[in-house]
């Protein structure tokens, strides 16, 4: 009898000790480069047609917009939403990285190790997260499980391989199986068989469906908790052709679809715990001329070329491209007779409005605003201008583009986008104008992954 009551008593225990731990949420966080927000919750008035990013706004949480980061460029953004910190404290402080010289063949900031505290990723998998990337700035080496990392060199077919080499081993080629590429197993034909991974800088909306095919395939067969997927395509359209052209629409049309195919994919994984999160890292604005800085460093001694390759021989002072700014970089940070040419020199360019120049922020400001600690300034073009990189010629030219970012993030074309659907989020609910930063912790929050080195806290949402 005593043995029946033992037993009994575990048996009814049982249910209790043996509960499952609470399922942990299923988070996409999907990047749209350059989706400015006007364009959803003002669809209408600009004629677009895209019902997946509208049903996201009825169905949840979204900003009016989002204020970035100085500046206001792909990898510094990516990198707080990411983070919840400015530039000045991860240490992403540009797209490429400062090169004079030119030494680094315009090397971006692709390595992980670069960031200097920790990210989503990191957090995810030390709450024992299963995480997957799908192309997303700053990935090379980055602590996730299922990476298909960002990186490219030399625009040949031999980037293919060099995107191999960094993602997870054999991820590319099990996916390219999946989605049942054709040519494959045949290396050479399946690098240029349609629907294979891109490799190089491949960057079309074209590039992000092949990514989208990837990212579904990647969440069936792997069940990633945590997935970052980024696409490209509508900056590269707007880069050509500027903001709200015939071409951007279209391509923002395209990716519109690649959201609901993403939804619908991770709503059918786990219908009870799915979130999805769009964002984008900055907005746009058109362009029609370049202000050629370097031309008036050279004009001033501040730069010399090389006779022979033209390019960057010495330099006192030189920048550090930014899009719509430039920072300027002392090369003895204690010269201060440098400092005062360059002053004087800027000041005296930003005097006449026909150069370009909207305004000069000073290394106060710029710290203040979190952005690159070593400038001695930054230099922010007036709209409808960017940086040339012309050293000859007349100061200001054409445009070279269309349409460009980079300025700082008080310019209201600059503002990004925040969306959020899940089951906790309330419907139709605005948030009206955030933080990029605050994105990062709001995102830990859903996941119950701490973020503790982010600088702001969740946002609320009910």
Same mark, same amino acid.
């Given at each position: ?7 009994? %008593? ?6 209790? %000790? ?5 399922? #942990? ?54 990198? !707080? ?28 900031? $692709? ?34 499980? +299922? ?60 590039? *992000? ?22 696409? !490209?395509?509508? +900056? ?19 990716? *519109? ?27 746009? /604005?058109?362009?029609?001329? +370049?202000?050629? =800085?370097? #031309? ?18 010495? $330099? ?26 360059? @002053? ?7 005097? @006449?409005?026909?150069?370009?120049? *909207? ?84 995102? /830990?929050? =859903? ?16």
């Amino acid at each position: 009898m005593r043995r029946y009551l033992l037993l009994t %008593a575990l048996s009814l225990s049982l249910p209790v %000790a043996a509960q499952k731990a609470p399922q #942990k949420p299923l988070l996409i966080l999907i990047s749209i480069d350059g989706l400015k927000p006007e364009a959803i919750l003002q669809a209408d008035a600009h004629h677009l047609r895209v019902p997946n990013l509208r049903a996201m706004v009825h169905d949840g949480a979204y900003a009016e917009g989002v204020t970035g980061v100085l500046p206001t460029l792909t990898y510094p953004s990516h990198t !707080t939403i990411l983070t919840g910190v400015a530039p000045r404290k991860h240490g992403i402080y540009s797209n490429t990285t400062f090169d004079p010289y030119n030494k680094n063949a315009q090397g971006w900031y $692709w390595y992980a190790e670069d960031i200097h505290v920790p990210t989503l990723w990191d957090a995810a998998h030390a709450a024992g997260i299963r995480t997957a990337n799908v192309y997303w700035p700053v990935s090379v080496g980055a602590q996730i499980d +299922d990476n298909l990392a960002q990186l490219w060199r030399a625009g040949t077919a031999d980037d293919l391989k060099l995107q191999r080499a960094v993602s997870t081993k054999n991820l590319i080629t099990q996916l390219e199986i999946a989605a049942k590429v054709p040519g494959f197993p045949n290396t050479a034909a399946m690098d240029a068989a349609p629907g294979h991974y891109p490799g190089s800088e491949d960057e079309t909306v074209a590039d *992000d469906e092949v990514r989208a095919k990837y990212a579904v395939e990647l969440l069936h067969l792997h069940h990633p908790r945590f997935m970052t997927v980024y696409f !490209t395509g509508l +900056d590269t359209q707007q880069h050509k052709t500027g903001p709200f052209s015939p071409e951007a629409d279209a391509v923002l049309e395209r990716i *519109d679809a690649l959201v609901g195919q993403l939804r619908s994919a991770a709503e059918s994984e786990d219908p009870h715990h799915a979130y999805i999160c769009v964002i984008s890292d900055h907005g746009f /604005a058109p362009v029609q001329h +370049d202000v050629n =800085l370097y #031309k008036a460093f050279l004009d001033a001694h501040l730069i010399t070329l090389n006779p022979t390759t033209h390019a960057i021989d010495t $330099w006192r002072a030189t920048l550090w491209p930014m899009g719509g700014s430039a920072a300027v970089i002392l090369h003895d940070p204690t010269d201060t007779a440098t400092k005062t040419e360059v @002053d004087t020199l800027l000041a005296k360019l930003a005097s @006449d409005p026909a150069n370009g120049i *909207d305004r000069i922020l000073p290394q106060s400001e710029v710290l203040r605003d979190g952005g690159l600690p070593t400038a001695e300034s930054i230099v922010s073009m007036s709209p409808g201008y960017e940086l040339g990189y012309q050293f000859s010629g007349p100061l200001v030219t054409p445009g070279t583009n269309g349409g460009m970012h980079g300025y700082p993030p008080d310019r209201p074309e600059m503002r990004s986008t925040f969306l959020l659907t899940g089951p906790t989020t309330p419907a139709n609910l605005a948030v009206c104008q955030i933080d990029m930063r605050a994105i990062a912790p709001t995102l /830990a929050h =859903l996941m119950n992954a701490p973020l503790p080195t982010a600088d702001l806290p969740p946002l609320t949402l009910k």
